[in-house]
């Protein structure tokens, strides 16, 4: 393999390869998520200079005594939920684009994420005092749900990636449905609150929300990136996967499960964010290449980056009126989607 | 199965569901949250007194049965133009985005002009329908043209895009949201009869366009190569038939809001009854939209009174699980 470095740490235990090029790349885009965080957090009521907001975060003493609290306590939590939440969704995105070897699968598009926004929902209008941390495994519930429909619906027994999106479409109407049902009995004010949410907002999350978010990109996260040998050999189809040693259904259902509470708990924490676990990875292909060793991780950063960076211009577009950041997503992800069906138009 | 061939049969079967919207009608202005007798119900139209109950009946409910039997027709009667347009049975006004379309012009409207009058509400809802068609209709057509089902994903994905916007347009104006969720989620509600008079011109234009161009689109869902052959100039009939349908899916927005799946049902019932011949699919298609929806609405009224759910609801669930029915049936992985 040419260009690649291997690393082995402890004694050579364990070996891991290392891509340069998606080594470089992923450094570049974790400093284009940081600007997009400094940049983000120094945007607001009482603007803050760059470098004040990198003194802040590290901790530094400079000449105003208010910015360590607003930048740590009031707007930091902000924008770690943007990238926190972007990486879920963009490796959920990745994982499941791999899975069933198709470019439009994401967990946006074929509804999932608009079965775990109904199961919070439902949660919030039915119960509207209970705490946060009760979203991500109700949203996680909702997710499985649609997509265990998903599967034998549309996935089982089938190798047709439109008949896969087409399902999907149809399942996030039922869910999409369902939602606005219950959104009709909430009142007015939590209607609103409910609507910016659905539409996939950061707007106020604390540290709390941060700190709910955290286990379960904790756990999922690295079952997804230590799983990239077994993705990349189911990519190669079942047979092969099996040839190659890996226990497919047991691999799939592993990397399924970790797909799903990826874009679960992203849908808990800053609601329905459409299109980034379909963008990212694809931009991320055309950075490193299709080998998920590379593509997870870089995928991971660059949905963080967008979604800071979606969050930023929904802040500073139309200030001091604030865009829900799955607004910009939407406008930038949806004629990307357009584009992507139209180069595959005949297939 | 086909089950009507004969001309005869097709008419007589016309009549009959005919018969039962006319039933439709009736149960639909004796069912409501009040509760009012049938022969209260009776009374409001032969011998009306000016009670509370004679109000409920001729200015609520009569109006709301109507509204919901002309949304139907009209939504119905398009999503049958489309299907046979595009050849594909999985199509229909809101799942390619024409209604999506007309809702962000609508909201536009009300946001930047403060439009308040159902005329100018039908005029925007024409032009962010036509827009809407005109890039499905780019989509499908240029460069060699989308297969028809990646069509359908583009349309999903054009709606998805439309509604958001109309999500970022209600976020600046909690007002306006105010007014208009309930119209949002699709309702044929507290509209007056002055609406539907209103609209009443549009849709019967888009109707009589339809019903003219039958034999033409019958032909187009042979082929573009067989339609050319037959001496027709395809592109005329498309023009028209994309006018229609925007005129049809327009008005019917403009009066109830987005209403999900009814034209992607009904065609294919209508289908079901009398197979191909866009002559008689259209007149049961309107007749069976119009079924369809005044149910849907009744529904939508009893299932949880005295609250009320919004019709779009209740045409989602029902029209949702058909279109994953269709999907897999139409297309063998």
New interface residues.
């Given amino acids: 393999m040419r260009g690649r470095a291997v690393v082995r740490p402890w004694g050579g235990r364990v070996s891991v390869r290392l891509d340069p090029r998606s080594v470089v790349v992923f450094v570049l885009l974790g400093l284009a998520a940081f600007a997009g965080v400094v940049a983000n957090v120094g945007v607001g009521e009482y603007p803050i200079a760059p470098l004040d907001v990198i003194r802040a975060l590290f901790g530094i003493e400079s000449g105003d005594g208010n910015y360590g609290f607003i930048v740590n306590v009031l707007r930091l939590p902000r924008a770690l939920v943007a990238v926190l939440v972007g990486a879920a969704l963009a490796v959920s995105g990745a994982v499941l684009q791999g899975l069933t070897r198709n470019d439009?699968a994401a967990p946006d598009i074929v509804g999932v994420n608009a079965g775990a926004g109904l199961a919070a929902v439902t949660l919030i209008v039915a119960f509207p005092s209970v705490s946060a941390v009760f979203l991500p495994p109700a949203a996680f519930g909702g997710a499985l749900v649609v997509a265990v429909l998903l599967y034998l619906?549309?996935w089982r027994?089938?190798?047709?990636p439109?008949?896969l999106?087409?399902?999907g479409?149809?399942?996030?109407?039922?869910a999409?449905?369902?939602t606005?049902?219950m959104?009709?009995?909430g009142d007015?004010y939590q209607?609103?609150q409910a609507?910016?949410w659905?539409?996939g907002s950061v707007y106020g999350r604390s540290w709390e929300r941060v700190l709910t978010l955290l286990p379960w990109l904790a756990v999922f996260m690295p079952l997804a990136l230590l799983r990239f040998r077994h993705l990349n050999a189911l990519g190669l189809g079942d047979e092969v996967a099996t040839g190659l040693g890996a226990r497919v259904e047991l691999e799939r259902g592993l990397l399924v499960l970790a797909s799903v509470a990826l874009a679960a708990s992203a849908v808990a924490t800053a609601g329905t964010i459409?299109f980034v676990g379909l963008m990212a990875p694809h931009i991320a292909r055309k950075l490193v290449g299709p080998a998920h060793g590379g593509l997870l991780p870089v995928s991971a950063m660059t949905g963080g980056a967008t979604v800071v960076l979606a969050d930023l211009v929904g802040r500073t577009l139309?200030a001091p009126?604030?865009?829900?950041c799955?607004?910009v997503t939407?406008?930038v992800g949806?004629?990307f989607?357009?584009y992507l069906?139209?180069r595959?138009?005949?297939? | 199965m086909r089950v009507l061939r004969s001309r005869s049969a097709l008419l007589v079967g016309l009549v009959g569901c005919s018969a039962v919207l006319f039933l439709c009608l009736l149960a639909s202005v004796r069912f409501g949250a009040a509760r009012i007798g049938t022969w209260d119900v009776i009374l409001a139209f032969v011998d009306y007194g000016g009670s509370e109950d004679d109000l409920i009946i001729r200015t609520l409910r009569v109006p709301r049965a109507l509204i919901a039997a002309l949304v139907g027709a009209a939504l119905a009667v398009a999503g049958a133009i489309i299907q046979g347009l595009t050849r594909n049975p999985l199509s229909d006004p809101g799942i390619l985005g024409i209604e999506a379309g007309a809702a962000l012009a609508v909201v536009g409207s009300v946001f930047l002009l403060g439009a308040s009058s159902l005329t100018t509400y039908a005029l925007f809802a024409f032009v962010g329908a036509a827009l809407a068609a005109v890039v499905v209709y780019g989509l499908g057509t240029l460069g060699g043209g989308m297969n028809p089902m990646k069509l359908v994903v583009a349309g999903a994905a054009l709606a998805a895009l439309l509604s958001s916007l109309t999500t970022a347009v209600l976020i600046f104006n909690q007002r306006t949201l105010e007014e208009i969720r309930f119209w949002l989620a699709g309702s044929v509600a507290g509209r007056d009869l002055g609406l539907l008079l209103q609209v009443l011109p549009y849709v019967s234009v888009g109707l009589l366009l339809a019903f003219a161009l039958s034999r033409q689109i019958t032909a187009l869902t042979l082929g573009e190569d067989v339609a050319t052959g037959l001496g027709q100039r395809t592109a005329w009939v498309k023009f028209f038939s994309v006018v229609a349908v925007v005129l049809l899916a327009g008005s019917a927005v403009a009066i109830a809001g987005p209403i999900g799946f009814v034209g992607l049902v009904v065609p294919h019932v209508a289908r079901f009854f009398v197979g191909v011949d866009y002559r008689w699919i259209l007149p049961y298609s309107a007749l069976l939209g119009a079924v369809l929806l005044v149910s849907a609405d009744i529904a939508a009224r009893v299932v949880l009174r005295p609250q009320e759910l919004p019709v779009g609801i209740m045409t989602a669930l029902v029209g949702a699980p058909f279109f994953i029915y269709l999907a897999r049936k139409r297309i063998k992985g």
């Avoid at chain 1, 027994?157 to 047709?160: A, H, L």
């Avoid at chain 1, 009126?321 to 829900?324: K, M, W």
């Fill in positions: 439009l619906l549309a027994g089938s190798s047709s439109t008949r999106v087409l399902i479409v149809g399942l996030s109407a039922v999409t449905a369902l606005t049902f959104i009709t009995f007015i209607v609103s609507l910016v659905l539409t459409g139309f009126v604030e865009i829900p799955g607004i939407a406008v949806a004629p989607f357009l069906l139209y595959t138009r005949k297939t």
